[in-house]
């Protein structure tokens, strides 16, 4: 294997990494302030002024390969781009390249009808609106996506929607306008995978409402959020239905398989800025009348976390080399595989990084508190680990 980036990468890593230098790291202090006022749910306008300027400068869209929409990069050279951006919690917005919007636009522009892209993939790829994912629900064990209970009944020419879901990411933002629901338009069908189908629905439909955000570990993560959103009642025509009836497991696990690479792309880009901080302060913090760094554990510290960054680093480009030359489906170990060792080593990482800090790890003058946070939660967003390993056992075994 070519471990080598392309020169194109090469020059996208440099520009995107001086458009991150100049724009994105000194503008952490005036987003923290913009964000923290008493709408907090409504974006600062930083974002759209860095939004501009991303887009002017041919930093946008990075993601969706295979289409004509984005960039044009294939995983394997998206990933070391997505670890840069993966630095600050916000910068993927600024190059529309933000969850959950990447994925929600990848299976609009895979089996969104024509109108279905005029409607709302259009805004979506130019940053006008924002989108939410439906499908985890509060009463039912959702790493098991055969188990949702929502309902969506044909009535005529509509669709009528009744259930409610949690940790939608970005339904609190005020630029969501769209929801992608999954529901239950056939329960009794003996297949299982074929009970759900994926269904446009627009947040300002009566019926949907937003009953509370959900902070993670106390971290709110305004604007964007996560929140609990009931559907009651909620009718959309039709013609709103992804791809037909029966085929929501199908799309769910063609849209989860790029989300759980791209989380652990970033995850990779925490990692390295933890390890940066860690680094950082033992060697500038003096105690017992000598740097931390000429005490204890923390060379092997130091060293355990780059090699476990290392590690995660070339199995996320292994996962992305065989999704762009074998396909998703193909390569659904190599993806379970990182999908748990990548937050599994951001949390070692982080954890030995707040260490370092003393109780200055643990507060918000510094970013490692709730980059814990996310890496903790992202253990088990897109699938728990134990799901995973299941998978990755079942096919291991499969080989004898």
């Known amino acids: 294997m070519d471990f080598d980036h392309s020169p194109r990468v090469k020059a996208l890593q440099k520009k995107l990494g001086d458009f991150m230098a100049e724009f994105i790291y000194p503008n952490e202090p005036t987003y923290r302030d913009q964000a923290a006022t008493e709408d ?5 306008p930083v974002i759209d002024e860095l939004k501009s300027k ?5 930093l946008w869209n990075l993601f969706l390969p295979e289409s004509d929409l984005g960039a044009g990069l294939t995983n394997m050279e998206y990933a070391p781009l997505c670890e840069i951006m993966g630095r600050v919690p916000w910068a993927p917005e600024v190059f529309n390249c933000s969850a959950p919007d990447t994925g929600n636009m990848e299976i609009l522009d895979r089996y969104g009808t024509p109108e279905q892209k005029d409607r709302w ?3 979506l790829l130019n940053g006008e609106i924002r989108s939410g994912f439906a499908m ?4 039912v064990a959702s790493s098991d996506a055969t188990n949702i209970k929502s309902r969506i009944i044909r009535e005529g020419d509509d669709l009528v929607i009744n259930g409610r879901k949690w940790w939608t990411s970005g339904a609190m933002d ?5 929801f992608i629901f999954m529901g239950k338009t056939d329960p009794e069908n003996p297949d299982r995978h074929r009970q759900q189908s994926m269904v446009l629905v627009p947040r300002d439909t009566p019926g ?9 570990f106390g971290f709110d993560d305004a604007p964007h959020g996560h929140g609990e959103v009931d559907f009651v009642d909620v009718r959309v025509p039709a013609s709103n239905i992804l791809l037909g009836e029966g085929r929501g497991f199908e799309i769910a696990q063609a849209r989860l398989g790029p989300g759980r690479i791209h989380h652990c792309m970033r995850l990779i880009g925490v990692a390295e800025l933890a390890l940066q901080l860690m680094c950082k302060r033992v060697t500038n913090r003096v105690a017992f009348g000598k740097p931390l760094a000429q005490q204890s554990v923390w060379l092997e510290r130091i ?9 995660a680093r070339l199995l996320t480009l292994n996962a992305a080399y065989k999704m762009d030359t074998a396909g998703n489906k193909a390569a659904r170990a190599e993806i379970a595989m990182i999908k748990v060792a990548a937050p599994n080593m951001l949390c070692t990482v982080l954890d030995w990084a707040i260490q370092a800090h003393g109780a200055a790890g643990v507060s ?4 490692l508190a709730h980059a814990y946070a996310y890496a903790r939660t992202v253990r088990i967003v897109d699938g728990p680990d134990e799901v995973h390993l299941n998978q990755i056992g079942r096919l291991e075994l499969g080989k004898y």
């Open 40 to 44: 907090h749910w409504r974006p600062p």
């Open 54 to 58: 991303a887009r002017s400068a041919g």
């Open 121 to 123: 993939l259009r805004p």
């Open 136 to 139: 985890t629900e509060p009463d």
């Open 174 to 178: 005020r630029r969501c306008q769209l």
């Open 208 to 216: 949907v409402r937003i009953v509370r955000p959900l902070p993670v």
């Open 303 to 311: 060293a355990q976390a780059r090699i476990l960054i290392d590690e």
């Open 364 to 367: 918000e003058d510094f970013p």
